[in-house]
């Protein structure tokens, strides 16, 4: 298996190929329509992707190569129980206002992609409500701040609490497509 992926080299590949998103904003996107109830293996992700971000044409083989990586390690970090997901971003040392733009980007993705697969939110819970209401106001939020220690560690807790989110919109309308999937029939 591939060692973890990192914001620049997605955002790298995505850009030789004249993909317009970032890494964050992809990742974002992925996440979304897991989280919003498309199934771990639904392999038509690729051609809804291509037509949310390259215009409807298929991705080239390296662009599909990673983008598939990513779709991959973004299902093992959304099944694992210790809340292990990683949102892609510029690394720590990067300027926070990078940061800041790349996990905009994130959220703006995600919102997207869980739109794709959930536009019923009947069925959601009030959390999950709540946790997409503070998801849109982070999407609309401006680029952060100075780089002081409080901007660092406002910046810190708005990422924390969009894992936590994300995962909890997982655990609810994703896991249980996967819990169907995997469990045996019961025998009475």
Same mark, same amino acid.
């Given at each position: 298996?591939? /060692?973890?992926?990192?914001?620049?080299?997605?955002?790298?590949? =995505?850009?030789?190929?004249?993909?317009?998103?970032?890494?964050?904003?992809?990742?974002?996107?992925?996440?979304?329509?897991?989280?919003?109830?498309?199934? =771990?293996?639904?392999?038509?992700?690729?051609?809804?992707? *291509?037509?949310?971000?390259?215009?409807?044409?298929?991705?080239?083989?390296?662009?599909?190569?990673?983008?598939?990586?990513?779709? %991959?390690?973004?299902?093992?970090? =959304?099944?694992?129980?210790?809340? *292990?997901?990683?949102?892609?971003?510029?690394?720590?040392?990067?300027?926070? %206002?990078?940061?800041? *733009?790349? =996990?905009?980007?994130?959220?703006?993705?995600?919102?997207?992609?869980?739109?794709?697969?959930?536009?019923?939110?009947? /069925?959601?819970? $009030?959390?999950?409500? $709540? *946790?997409?209401?503070?998801?849109?106001?982070?999407?609309?939020?401006?680029?952060?701040?100075?780089?002081?220690?409080?901007?660092?560690?406002?910046?810190? $807790?708005?990422?924390?609490?969009? /894992?936590?989110?994300?995962?909890?919109?997982?655990?609810?309308?994703?896991?249980?497509?996967?819990?169907?999937?995997?469990?045996?029939?019961?025998?009475?």
């Amino acid at each position: 298996m591939d /060692k973890q992926l990192t914001f620049d080299k997605v955002t790298n590949v =995505l850009s030789q190929h004249d993909v317009v998103v970032d890494g964050a904003e992809v990742q974002g996107i992925l996440c979304g329509m897991l989280c919003g109830g498309m199934s =771990l293996t639904d392999q038509n992700w690729t051609s809804a992707l *291509a037509d949310t971000i390259n215009q409807g044409k298929s991705f080239n083989d390296q662009t599909t190569h990673i983008l598939t990586q990513l779709f %991959n390690q973004l299902c093992q970090q =959304l099944l694992e129980p210790e809340f *292990a997901l990683q949102l892609l971003m510029p690394e720590d040392d990067a300027p926070i %206002n990078d940061r800041g *733009a790349a =996990l905009i980007n994130w959220v703006q993705g995600f919102m997207m992609g869980f739109g794709l697969h959930q536009q019923d939110l009947t /069925k959601c819970s $009030e959390d999950v409500k $709540e *946790a997409l209401e503070d998801f849109s106001d982070i999407a609309r939020m401006e680029e952060p701040m100075d780089d002081d220690e409080e901007s660092e560690k406002a910046l810190f $807790e708005v990422v924390e609490y969009v /894992k936590i989110s994300a995962i909890l919109c997982f655990s609810e309308l994703g896991r249980s497509l996967l819990d169907d999937q995997q469990e045996p029939p019961t025998v009475h």
